[in-house]
């Protein structure tokens, strides 16, 4: 099967839908593709998703990924983050490449590690979506065994934790225990939105002093 690649066009905020793609045509797809792309790719059983987002995306994306990372530093908890990554595991004939995310707990099985392979390593801990465009597919991730799974849409943020096989919401991120995560996302993405990435952020790491840096010391 032949695919000319270079001929396809997909716009921001737009999606393309292959099927009856075989795993290995799913590998040369990949390859010829690069990783220096701007697409996101979804595979299972023969379907493959190939998404462009758009920069209001990618700037829901980034501050989540910020605020992410300084709660975790100020908590002194040790953290992998891999960004969009593709996880793979050929065997469930799965594939995905989330927006971002993180290992926390398993943090130490990543480090140094330049790809991985979900036949043999664990799942991140934190998957990141932004679903302003689209809306994600669960499927990959359950089957995949991702434990925590954050959807920010329109509405907000929407924590999917993983139990028995199935996702179920929660209000709570046992990432980030007794911290109000919901509130805090969609609180500072608006400001971002609004006001801008780097006063959004100065204003919570202003709530991070009051609120968590005292409890900690």
């Known amino acids: 099967m032949q695919l000319a690649l270079e ?11 292959l099927k009856e793609l075989d795993w290995q045509t799913f590998e040369e797809i990949l390859s010829e593709l690069g990783e220096s792309r701007a697409s996101r790719l979804s ?15 990618e700037k829901d994306k980034e501050i989540i ?26 065997l469930m004939n799965q594939a995905v490449e989330p927006d971002a995310c993180f290992y926390i707990k ?27 465009t689209s809306r994600t597919h ?15 849409t329109q509405s907000g943020l929407q924590i999917n934790l993983l139990q028995e096989g199935e996702y179920i919401e929660s209000l709570t991120s046992p990432n980030f225990p007794n911290i109000p995560i919901v ?12 006001l801008g990435r780097s006063e959004a952020i100065r204003n919570f790491k202003n709530w991070l002093r009051e609120n968590i840096d005292n409890d900690l010391t």
């Open 43 to 57: 595979y299972s059983n023969g379907f493959l998703e190939i998404m462009v987002p758009l920069p209001e995306h």
């Open 183 to 194: 509130e805090l996302i969609n609180q500072y993405v608006r400001q971002s939105q609004q």
């Open 138 to 152: 669960l499927d990959n991730y359950r089957l995949l065994g991702v434990p925590e799974l954050w959807r920010y």
């Open 7 to 17: 001929k396809i066009i997909v716009n921001p905020g737009q999606q393309l839908l």
């Open 106 to 132: 398993n943090y130490q099985a990543v480090i140094g590690k330049n790809k991985l392979n979900l036949e043999i390593d664990p799942p991140p801990d934190l998957v990141i979506e932004i679903d302003i």
């Open 65 to 90: 990924g910020d605020i992410i990372k300084i709660l975790l530093d100020a908590q002194n908890i040790n953290f992998e983050p891999l960004g969009s990554t593709t996880f793979k595991n050929e």
